[in-house]
């Protein structure tokens, strides 16, 4: 898995430009390397989050966060694809382990993070998607996530129209 840099600014992720990714944005990045792991070999949570605690990434990214996503990801998968699996159009256990792994990520955010506005999450998971997943796979997370967001957070879509 390697990142291309897209240098955008955005909220909750990029900084200006020449500061690098925030740290939420960071922790966002090493959870999707861990249940990537996860799902294509089947490691121990503890293990994997070892494993990342050694990526150079780790010391700039928001721990509380990258382990929250990534134990609620992986010790939860079963409840969030059940979740999930209303608004996908084939199963999520169909779709690329990079998809999977950023749908599963989104869930736990969407569900722990009622702060974090679904815009953000949702802008997140497709730029992972973009960078590490299939060409067109951010249209299939997109989708999914966006009715998603509608159907757990009414409220923010409820008061951006009026």
């Keep these: ?16 430009r020449g500061r ?21 070999s089947g490691h121990d949570v503890t293990a994997i989050e070892r494993g990342l605690r ?4 780790f010391a ?6 990258f382990l929250e996503l990534l134990r609620g990801a992986v010790l939860e998968a079963e409840r969030w694809r059940k979740a999930l699996a209303p608004f996908a ?19 736990v955010e969407f569900d722990r ?5 679904h815009r953000v999450i949702l802008d997140e998971a497709i730029e992972l998607t973009k960078r590490y997943g299939a060409e067109e796979g951010f249209r299939f997370v997109n989708g999914v996530l ?6 757990v957070r009414p409220f923010e879509f409820e008061h951006a129209q009026g």
């Design 89 to 107: 159009r084939r199963g999520i256990e169909e779709v690329t382990p990079i998809e999977q792994a950023v749908l599963l990520i989104a869930a």
């Design 20 to 40: 690098g990714p925030s740290r939420r944005r960071l922790a966002r990045e090493l959870a999707l390397r861990g249940v990537y792991e996860w799902l294509i």
């Design 113 to 117: 993070h009622p702060e974090t506005n």
């Design 60 to 65: 700039r990214a928001d721990h509380e966060l």
């Design 54 to 57: 050694e990526d150079g990434l």
């Design 146 to 151: 966006d009715r998603f967001a509608r159907a």
């Design 1 to 16: 898995m390697q990142a291309e840099n897209g240098g955008r600014a955005e909220e909750g992720g990029e900084r200006k």
